[in-house]
T-cell receptor, first 111, second 116 residues
């Protein structure tokens, strides 16, 4: 059974700091997705990582995928308050149609 | 281009009742997936519909059922509601089903169900 674990589950940080969210998964997959969810709102796609070594960047966020280590990271550079949200990673099952999701990392960025 | 719309946004039911949730997919999308998101957790896959047929199912009992219509809109039906069914139900649309490559989903805002 595929399991996806994120850590930390909660992160409070100051504006201007850097930090990394980790996403580990338990079985082989080469498709990993990062989504953002604001309180009371839906999920917004951030990054799609489709191969080992894939790196995607958008603004202050950068995501990477290491399929051999079964690890993806979401790095935040010089955090700003607008990045406060819950971030989810999800892994695509090769033999099924579903995404398996981590529990989410609730990120609070203080001015 | 319209996004994914869901209705109702909030509803309250009692144990044993039945509920129907509705979803209109994004223009150009032909695949709809339903997810259950309990408070403080990640979404759990319920099932997916592609061209009006169930295309995959997660670990949910048969009292969770669905439909997809020719215009690609969809319904999620839950019979014999239990307290643990209280959650946010998310509909997501995409194009092409499983064989199209990256499974990038566009989510609706969700229907929050409370079972008393």
């Amino acid at each position: 059974e595929l399991k996806v674990e994120q850590n930390p589950l909660f992160l409070s940080m100051q504006e201007g700091k850097n930090y990394t969210i980790y996403c580990n998964y338990s079985t082989t997959s080469d498709r990993l997705y990062w989504y953002r969810q604001d309180p009371g709102k839906s999920l917004e796609s951030l990054f799609v990582l489709l191969s080992n070594g894939a790196v995607k960047q958008e603004g202050r966020l950068m995501a990477s995928l290491d399929t051999k280590a079964r690890l993806s990271t979401l790095h935040i550079t010089a955090a700003v308050h607008d990045l406060s949200a819950t971030y989810f990673c999800a892994v695509d099952m090769d033999s099924n149609y579903q995404l398996i999701w981590g529990a989410g990392t609730k990120l609070i960025i203080k001015p | 281009e319209t996004g994914v719309t869901q209705s109702p946004t909030h509803l309250i039911k009692t144990r044993g009742q039945q509920v129907t949730l509705r979803c209109s997919s994004q223009s150009g999308h032909n695949t709809v997936s339903w997810y259950q998101q309990a408070l403080g957790q990640g979404p759990q896959f319920i099932f997916q519909y592609y061209r009006e047929e169930e295309n995959g199912r997660g670990n949910f009992p048969p009292r969770f059922s669905g439909l997809q219509f020719p215009n690609y809109s969809s319904e999620l039906n839950v019979n014999a509601l239990e307290l643990d069914d209280s959650a946010l139900y998310l509909c997501a649309s995409s194009f092409g089903g499983r064989s199209s490559g990256a499974n990038v989903l566009t989510f609706g805002a969700g229907s929050r169900l409370t079972v008393l």
